[in-house]
Nanobody, 123 residues
Framework: QLQASGGGLVQAGGSLRLSCAASGRGFSSYNMGWFRQAPGKDREFVAGTSWGGGSTGYADSVKGRFIISRGNAQNTVSLQMNSLKPEDTAVYYC??????????????????WGQGTLVTVSS
């Protein structure tokens, strides 16, 4: 089970840190990813990390502003979001996929999903 938290309302240029806590065993054996879905749009990839954290990747729209990190001992994955823009407004979801040496960016590759946390960036 995945539980995302940390969303909220922030002004443009501000920062937020999202966290995703995983319950159960074997967290370190899963790739993790963050996705987002804005109203009226498809769910899109934001950031991903491989099971060991050695491979990370980002959508072009967030590269240089967002950082994904994982703590396998704590069963958590985080998304540090800096220099937020109004177009970052969306529901953010964390997701888990079976282990791969490379990060995964397609939603269909992730069988497990959290409930989402809303991020609203005001202009």
């Amino acid at each position: 089970q995945l539980q995302a938290s940390g969303g909220g309302l922030v002004q443009a240029g501000g920062s937020l840190r999202l966290s995703c806590a995983a319950s159960g065993r074997g967290f370190s054996s899963y790739n993790m990813g963050w996705f987002r879905q804005a109203p009226g749009k498809d769910r899109e990839f934001v950031a991903g990390t491989s099971w060991g954290g050695g491979s990370t990747g980002y959508a072009d729209s967030v590269k240089g502003r967002f950082i994904i990190s994982r703590g396998n001992a704590q069963n958590t994955v985080s998304l540090q979001m800096n220099s937020l823009k109004p177009e970052d407004t969306a529901v953010y979801y964390c997701a888990a996929a079976y282990a791969s040496d490379s990060y995964l960016l397609h939603p269909t590759q992730y069988p497990y999903w959290g409930q989402g946390t809303l991020v609203t960036v005001s202009s």
